[in-house]
């Protein structure tokens, strides 16, 4: 992760438990059927995805999801609204950090979603 990224990161994040890593599972790109595109099966996947991760995410031991998503901007704004983050501000820096030369725009950018923004109930917790 760039230097200027991971600071933004591990800005609340105590020093004493700052890590020279964050651990991440890439998940594959996400496609609908166009019959179920108005459905929300994208987003329900979504929420369910992010559900398993959590309650496995100790066990497993990882904090982010990362997504190799598709450049346009449908597929962009989708995982948006599900949370995700580009990793890199912009094409050219995203270009840079890959060492990738082209002009033409990236097919993929990288894009984030922090666990730690999930909030799941525990078994213990009980409704009154």
């Known amino acids: 992760m760039p230097e200027g990224i991971k600071d933004e990161f591990v800005a609340e994040i105590p020093d004493?438990?700052?890590?020279?890593?964050?651990?991440?599972?890439?998940?594959?790109?996400?496609?609908?059927?166009?019959?179920?595109?108005?459905?929300?099966?994208?987003?329900?996947?979504?929420?369910l995805l992010k559900v398993w991760v959590v309650t496995k995410a100790s066990q497993i031991g990882f904090r982010y999801l990362v997504v190799d998503a598709v450049n346009k901007p449908k597929v962009i704004q989708y995982y948006r609204n599900n949370g995700f983050e580009m990793l890199?501000?912009?094409?050219?820096?995203?270009?840079?950090?890959r060492n990738i030369q082209s002009r033409n725009s990236l097919k993929t950018r990288f894009m984030t979603y922090d666990l730690t923004l999930m909030s799941i109930p525990t078994q213990n917790s009980t409704a009154s």
């Open 16 to 47: 004493e438990k700052r890590r020279s890593f964050y651990p991440a599972t890439l998940i594959g790109q996400l496609v609908v059927f166009d019959d179920f595109r108005s459905e929300h099966v994208g987003d329900e996947f979504m929420d």
């Open 88 to 97: 890199f501000e912009d094409e050219k820096t995203e270009k840079g950090y």
